[in-house]
């Protein structure tokens, strides 16, 4: 039987509740030195002094490395041409965004090199910043990347919104938002001689982490080798590489010991990505049947004022929804901030929240069920570039969610449903993410006591990695899954992309198979050839690999083990290495992973508390590699989508230009109490033909996208009260 899909627990699951699981921060290396970070406390300005003394005279420091004494770089750091983030090397004293890193000091105890960096003193020449959205509207410019394009437009849609039947036209915000994985970033760079370099990174793109720091510092890709074997989450920040990666590489060749450098949790404020804010206007017009005529959204958000990133937040209003006049832009406006980045469905999560509450308002004045709504207007092909669905199950997913929620009872009347003092709402969205894939490797090893090995270079943030690869590797040879070993996590092993875009099973699930079918290939004509093997002399595709044994396809009783084979053939192992790669399926299909997210709420009448008492998400995600694991990425990202819509805000100060909430007192998340039970289903049997040859779409982002919406949509049903601007808290629902 398969082994695909099935609910096998975690691998690596017992190691890490026991701790013998190692974390970047946690290697056991001999002699190691520790790091700090020194952040500047302006948002903009010169640095006119740094007075170190009193840092290199404490305790157990060995360095402090500032821009005045740090190494020259091999490549500018602000060198952007090649799709990296600029960094903040200390290569010159100028301060673009408070929390910058402006010094390292490296000291012989953790507890040391903390305490000698409160000792530097930094004086600044101050310059004027600008961190305010909103005045600064008329600023706003398209980005100089356009891929993907930052604007579209199709059929006439200022004409169509000239004189519509019915017609919508909200704002709808999104503040900062800061990743906050368990584990901080944290990196333990360790050199064997001038040009060989080892780190120990927690990072979602080992190989982009090594080729990044192989050319700031002057060195070949060979000199480099990253490795990280588990993560403690990363939802995108973990991505791109950031400064700290390559300061602690600089700090551990200039005190020439390994260094470990760990942020403290203030410093992932800024330095290290965020969610930029969005404005996002949105003007709908339809027919009093509930047909859309025309869409318009277009969103600002903030970039850094030295490098550039857009939160795509226009993209689900593309192809969503049939809608012949549509037309999307995003802007930006220069702050003196650091560079936001990826956060968990960039662009997605608040563009589906900003969409799928104005498809709630147009529900509404047009006196139609927001189900029913949805599926008047249910796109049948990609409207915007005309491309037929790789698969799509959406529909199914309206249905059955509806079914588990109950949404047939649902009273249209905000404000209708009460309990006791609490008044109950029920609100719905769509959930959509697009299916990415990319080139990927892998090594197949069977080793002579018949167990296979296999190694590829990707990452495991705790989606479940380690596990789904097994389970794919085990399939295609007909192992059970305790015959089976794989590794990920170094340079070492074959390459693959960076675990972002929710592609790591569509991109590294096709090269394990193509590394196990080569082993395969291998195992079978080593046997045909061989004058003593019960196959002797077959044709390679009447010979059968299954359960350790190699046999002929017409009777399985006269074959032997793979171990046998090896052993007489006086092999140790047998390696086959496997690659896959997207074909032109992109060009000819549009490829999405699709969702329908139910919610239910409970607002006190008086207080305005608010609790999310219900969620239900159905999902069309394509083939399921393992139950348990693609269950709790959809409900983790569920989860993530009630931060979003209730708790998730990075305070700004304007007057400082700082993030004054920097610490998880103060940033909220959700934790238990504010998690109700929720309900996650996905569509059976519904397998993409077309996106890879596993048939899975990425589920990592999928279930955030929606989740918001779905929530504000709830509220407002329950209260009334349209909260168009996020999260929604106490203040304003009064």
Known sequence: MSVIGRALDRIEGRAKVTGRARYSGEQSIANVAHAALVTSTVAKGRIVSMETRDAERAPGVLAVLTHRNAPRLARSPDDTSDGSNALDLLQRGVVRYANQPIGVVVAQTLEEAHEAAVLVEARYAVEPHEVLLEPRLGEAAPPGDDDPPAASSRGDVEGRLRDPEIRIEQVYRTPFETHSPMEPHATLAVWDGPKSLTLYDATQGIFDCRDRVAELLGLSLDDVRVVSEYLGGGFGSKGPTWSHVVLAAMAARHVQRPVKLVLRRPQMFGPVGFRSQTRQAIVLGAMRDGTLTALRHDTVMHTSSFDEFVETAGLPARMLYACANAATSHRLVRSDIGTPSYMRAPGWAPGTFALECALDEMAEAVDMDPVQFRLKNYAEV?????????????????QLGAERFGWGRRPGRPGSLRDGHARVGWGMASSVYPTHRSAAGARATLRADGTLLVESGTQDLGTGTYTVMLQVAADALGLPPQRVEFRLGDTDFPQTPVSGGSMTAASVGPAVLAAVFALRDKLIDLAIH??????????????????????????????????????????????????????????????????AQFAEVRVDADLGQLRVTRLVGVFDVGRVLNAKTARSQLLGGMVGGIGMALHEHTVMDDRLGRFVNANLADYHVPVNADVPAIDVAWIEGAADPYANPLGVKGIGELGITGTAAAIANAVYHATGRRIRDLPITLDRLL
Do not use: H, I, N
């Open 530 to 595: 061989d004058a003593r093997s019960p196959v002797a002399d077959a044709r390679a595709a009447d010979v059968v690999v299954d359960d350790g044994r190699v046999f002929p396809r017409d009777d399985p009783s006269r074959g032997e083990t793979l171990r046998a084979l090896l052993a007489r053939q006086r092999v140790a192992e047998v390696e086959a290495l496997g690659e896959a790669e997207p074909g032109d399926e992109a060009e000819r299909y549009a490829m999405y992973a699709f969702g």
């Open 382 to 398: 990609d409207p915007e570039a005309g491309r037929p669905w790789s698969s799509k199950a959406l529909r199914e997913c309206y």
